[in-house]
């Protein structure tokens, strides 16, 4: 209930600092041959009802990230357990820093889904995130968990019969509560002055940008729904630009479907491909004239087998793709970017030959693969340098960092949520993406094709948010912030520094606990 949801649509923040409490509780009073199967429970139940959204993505998607997040929670608890067992005293401060560490590495790795981490509950609670611009996420991670780490030890012992009362308990630990109120406090007084500092802030200049909404499934093909989107897009262009002077039109991500790239590159005379092929055509000629810069989603085609020609003799086609996104600027195609952070499972699969059942089984539902991007591409448009993160890729704050460390000065979200079909999904992805304004202090544009389409300021808060699953167009005044002006942030020099040290302190800090353990079982052994 912290988070956007079907029980609360724009989630109760607060919940965030207790809800974890009993989980604490229950990893100190269970033992160590049942806690594996309370952290499977916990992370299988919790996403099944946080991400319930993802049936609409694939009947699948609803069991496997569940799944894999109730592996990745087995571990976590079992590594939790660990560290209240070693360290008998102090044993809820370094389970805060397991957590963290836990947060961070279960987003780093190829299934990594960073939906869900405690963080992004505090979305709306400005003044306690903005030291996302020194530590990221992941600063807030550790302010969030260590009272409930604190307070579920209490509670184990207190269920247990044997916990002292709660000021004796607090007194015991005198030391680390004072020093956590004083971080908190330092928090939000930061917070707070960073917060008034980023709302009054006068921009280096303004990007005056109109977003289109087209409101359509782009996964749903064919040569008429590619035309009628287009039609669309079209439409609430023109109508923008009859009554606004913008600096540039944005689209979404994959607005427009049929690949420019391929159907300009390659003849599909006789192919059964020749609609599609005009439609690009006239696709191409409204970018190229329409008198003010166009971005927009649209898949790159590339050659799959170069030994083969591009239309196969059963008339396949002989392709593979990149998400993209293309730069119309001066009656021509100026810049294209690659998707550099797959979506796993459904865009990205690399262990073909360790699970081929898998691999198989995932062709079988109708999962397609893309080809990587490897290149944090900075557009330039008016003067104005934007890097364009694509959908899913605004989840992860070192994507975002990368580019403003490349040199750009706006982000540039452009998102496909509508096949999720809740308000409550594209709320949850564009609260993930007001941290990375913060973290780069830099403002978010997000072009959306149903929502949450928006401006984020550079202290994280949403404005003017289009009505979600609906057609229109809407014109935003883009602050922008340039380099020279405000340097990069702490953490776009520094990208999940803090992350880092959480991990390797876990590493260090179990070991070392599991060889005190030891000793004092051979010191006890020998008694």
């Not at 971080?183 to 009054?200: C, D, F, Q």
């Not at 002077?245 to 590159?265: G, K, L, M, R």
Request: aromatic letters at 16%; charged letters at 15%; one cysteine or more.
């Amino acid at each position: 209930m912290a988070f956007p949801g079907f029980m609360i649509p724009e989630g109760f923040g607060l919940l965030a600092f207790v809800a974890l409490v009993p989980v604490f509780a229950v990893i100190r009073h269970t033992s160590w041959k049942h806690v594996w199967w309370f952290g499977f429970l916990f992370g299988f139940t919790f996403y099944l009802f946080f991400a319930y959204w993802l049936k609409s993505f694939h009947a699948l998607a609803i069991v496997l990230i569940p799944l894999i997040k109730a592996f990745e929670l087995m571990l976590c608890f079992m590594a939790l357990k660990a560290a209240d067992s070693f360290f008998k005293r102090f044993g809820y401060l370094v389970q805060a820093v397991v957590w963290t560490a836990y947060a961070y590495l279960s987003e780093s790795w190829f299934a990594g889904f960073a939906y869900g981490d405690i963080a992004y509950a505090f979305y709306k609670y400005t003044p306690f995130v903005q030291i996302a611009d020194i530590t990221g996420i992941w600063g807030i991670v550790f302010l969030a968990i260590l009272p409930q780490t604190f307070l579920g030890r209490y509670l184990a012992d207190f269920v247990r019969g044997n916990a002292p009362s709660f000021r004796s308990h607090v007194l015991r630990n005198i030391i680390p509560v004072i020093i956590y109120a004083l971080l908190m406090a330092a928090t939000l007084i930061y917070g707070g002055v960073k917060t008034h500092e980023w709302r009054n802030k006068e921009s280096d200049k303004t990007w005056d940008v109109v977003t289109v909404q087209h409101n359509h499934d782009s996964w749903k093909g064919g040569y008429y729904t590619y035309l009628h989107n287009f039609n669309n897009l079209r439409r609430y262009t023109l109508e923008a630009l009859s009554v606004t002077d913008p600096d540039i039109v944005i689209w979404s991500e994959t607005a427009f479907v049929p690949s420019v790239a391929w159907h300009t590159a390659y003849s599909t005379e006789g192919s059964g491909y020749e609609t599609t092929a005009a439609l690009v055509d006239e696709f191409v000629s409204f970018g190229e004239n329409l008198g003010v810069p166009l971005l927009t989603g649209n898949p790159e085609g590339v050659i799959d087998d170069e030994s083969l020609p591009p239309i196969l003799e059963d008339g396949t086609t002989n392709r593979m793709d990149y998400n993209t996104v293309i730069l119309f600027d001066d009656g021509e195609i100026k810049e294209t970017y690659r998707k550099q952070h797959l979506v796993p499972f459904t865009e990205h699969f690399p262990y073909e030959k360790e699970l081929p059942w898998l691999y198989d089984l995932l062709l079988a539902n109708d999962y397609n693969w893309w080809l990587q991007g490897t290149e944090s591409v900075v557009f330039e448009s008016d003067g104005v340098k934007f890097s364009t993160p694509i959908c899913f890729e605004d989840n992860f704050g070192y994507l975002s960092a990368g580019f403003v460390a490349a040199g750009a000065d706006v982000i540039v979200n452009m998102s496909n949520d509508n096949w999720s079909k809740k308000v409550s999904a594209e709320l949850q992805h564009a609260a993930m993406g007001a941290f990375r304004s913060i973290e780069t202090r830099k403002a978010t544009i997000r072009g959306t094709n149903s929502g949450i389409t928006c401006l984020i300021t550079p202290e994280g808060s949403m404005h003017d948010p289009m009505e979600p699953f609906t057609m229109g167009w809407h014109l935003y005044h883009v602050p922008v912030y340039t380099h020279e002006s405000n340097p990069d942030t702490f953490y776009v020099r520094h990208i999940d520094l803090f992350a880092h040290i959480a991990v390797y302190s876990s590493y260090i800090l179990l070991a070392a606990g599991a060889v005190m353990k030891a000793v004092s079982v051979i010191r006890n052994k020998r008694k």
